[in-house]
Nanobody, 116 residues
Framework: QVQLVESGGGLVQAGGSLRLSCAASGRTFSSYNMGWFRQAPGKEREFVGRINWNGGSTYYADAVKGRFTISRDNAKNTVFLQMNSLKPEDTAVYYC?????????WGQGTQVTVSS
C-alpha cells in the first residue's frame, strides 16, 4: 500500500501550463506503476495517462497526447503530470493512482480549472 497526496492544482488560462505533483509514502514506491485520472463535474472519471515502475514506458489518453507528460522521480517518491496547452475541457479534479496490476491506491485529488 502507498498513500498518495497530490498538489499543484489551481486556476490557469487556456493555453497555459500547470505541473501536478503526487507524493507517495512507502518504501515500495519504485515497484508501482503510477497514473493519473481526472473527473469533470457531471462526467465519469477518465484515464489520463500512466508511467511504468522505472519510468521507461508511458501511455496517454488521446485527449491529452502531445500536451501532457508524466514523469517520476523514484528517489523522491514523486510522480509528476506536466500539462501544457491547457484547454477549458481539461478542467477537472485530477487523481494520482498507483498499482501493481490494478489501480488500487488513489489520492484525494487536486482541482484544475482552465478558464477560457
Amino acid at each position: 500500500q502507498v498513500q498518495l497526496v497530490e498538489s499543484g492544482g489551481g486556476l490557469v488560462q487556456a493555453g497555459g501550463s500547470l505541473r501536478l505533483s503526487c507524493a507517495a509514502s512507502g518504501r515500495t514506491f519504485s515497484s508501482y506503476n503510477m497514473g493519473w485520472f481526472r473527473q469533470a463535474p457531471g462526467k465519469e472519471r477518465e484515464f489520463v495517462g500512466r508511467i511504468n515502475w522505472n519510468g521507461g514506458s508511458t501511455y496517454y489518453a488521446d485527449a491529452v497526447k502531445g500536451r501532457f507528460t508524466i514523469s517520476r522521480d523514484n528517489a523522491k517518491n514523486t510522480v509528476f503530470l506536466q500539462m501544457n496547452s491547457l484547454k477549458p475541457e481539461d478542467t477537472a479534479v485530477y487523481y494520482c493512482v498507483a498499482g501493481l496490476g490494478t489501480w488500487s491506491n488513489w489520492g484525494q485529488g487536486t482541482q484544475v480549472t482552465v478558464s477560457s
